[in-house]
């Protein structure tokens, strides 16, 4: 069973930075690519970003490139979502989750992901 717990979440000013982690556990979390989702109040969940198992490879969607960077760290398995230039729509709960193997980097379906965190809430004030 793989568990994945995301913190670093808050309230933060417009233009503001926050950085989330999303902590996995089991052994096998460098075989797997990762990504970044985000469900605003009344909207369904959308892609922000995802990253290969080496972290050579990323994808980003269109609202949040240029501002946003997926990384992460195989030792710790960890991987983390640094949030610059931050607007009140960015304002969200924020799930990180386990992509399967069989899905290409780039897809934002969240049917392409096996495992999910519970999400961290981000608050962006104007």
């Known amino acids: 069973q793989v568990q994945l717990v995301e913190s670093g979440g808050g309230l933060v000013q417009a233009g503001g930075s926050l950085r989330l982690s999303c902590a996995a556990s089991?052994?096998?979390?460098?075989?797997?690519?990762m990504g970044w989702f985000r469900q605003a109040p009344g909207k369904e969940r959308e892609f922000v970003a995802d990253?290969?198992?080496?972290?050579?490879?990323?994808y980003y969607a269109d609202s949040v490139k240029g501002r946003f960077t997926i990384s992460r760290g195989n030792a710790k398995n960890t991987v983390y979502l640094q949030m610059d230039s931050l607007k009140p729509e960015d304002t969200a709960v924020y799930y990180c989750?386990?992509?399967?193997?069989?899905?290409?980097?780039?897809?934002?379906?969240?049917?392409?992901?096996?495992?999910w965190g519970q999400g961290t809430q981000v608050t962006v004030s104007s």
């Open positions: 990253i290969n198992w080496s972290g050579t490879s990323t």
């Open positions: 989750a386990r992509k399967r193997r069989e899905a290409s980097l780039g897809s934002g379906s969240s049917g392409d992901y096996d495992y």
């Open positions: 089991g052994r096998t979390f460098s075989n797997y690519a």
